[in-house]
């Protein structure tokens, strides 16, 4: 069965560091998200992609944040100078349309430092 | 008022209860209606969309209310492999994102 695939699985950074995280999506989903879980607390829409451009954005995904599509397989979230903050669970989610099922990946846990 | 709220739980059932389990959504406007799994530190995994008439899925149902913007979720004959945080997910019109709730927390004991 297909999946969304995601590395690394854990990243540990030090504070002020840039980190990218890197997703795999189902490869004919058009759709593709990134959230965020910090420990204890309820997972939290980042900021969604189609067509090569972000369609929609939370408030959390400000100026540090950015996504790409570099390469027509992969989908990353790049963080450019980390904070203790941004320490979290961060899931990628893909899906065929824009109203089905969305499959997410197993997540990767950013630790900042 | 939250978005999307469940009573935190923990939800502690023995082996063969039935458990129910609510949630209120705050915009009218919301279009679809979700119950995702959690297993501690993994990804959400989707258990049953949500639809106005109401569905059944094996030992799951789940009911969606409109005029009251109440979602429930009924797990009958709990198995311990039922022990997760269920989450109630929306999906605002006109937007692609889903919104989460924090999640019920169940723990089925033998």
């Known amino acids: 069965e297909p999946e969304v695939t995601q590395t690394p699985s854990h990243q540990v950074t030090q504070m002020g560091q840039e980190v990218i995280l890197r997703c795999v999506p189902i490869s004919n989903h058009l759709y593709f998200y990134w959230y965020r879980q910090i420990l204890g607390q309820k997972v939290e829409f980042l900021v969604s992609f189609y067509n090569n451009e972000i369609s929609e954005k939370s408030e959390i995904f400000d100026d540090q944040f950015s996504v790409e599509r570099p390469d027509g397989s992969n989908f990353t979230l790049k963080i450019r100078s980390t904070k203790l903050e941004d320490s979290a669970m961060y899931f990628c989610?893909?899906?065929?349309?824009?109203?089905?099922?969305?499959?997410f990946g197993p997540g990767t846990r950013l630790t900042v430092l | 008022r939250k978005e999307v709220e469940q009573d935190p739980g923990p939800f502690n059932v023995p082996e063969g209860a039935t458990v129910a389990f609510n949630c209120t959504y705050s915009?009218?406007?919301?279009?679809?209606f979700f119950w995702y799994r959690q297993d501690c530190r993994k990804e959400p995994k989707l258990l049953m969309s949500?639809?106005?008439s109401g569905n059944e899925d094996g030992r799951f149902t789940a009911q969606l209310n409109r005029a009251s913007q109440y979602i429930s979720l009924l797990i009958r004959d709990s198995k311990l492999s039922d022990s997760a945080t269920y989450l109630c997910v929306v999906n605002l019109a006109g937007r692609r994102a889903l919104t989460f709730g924090s999640g019920t927390r169940l723990q089925v004991q033998p």
């Open positions: 915009n009218s406007a919301s279009q679809s």
């Open positions: 949500v639809y106005s």
């Open positions: 989610a893909s899906r065929t349309d824009g109203r089905g099922e969305q499959f």
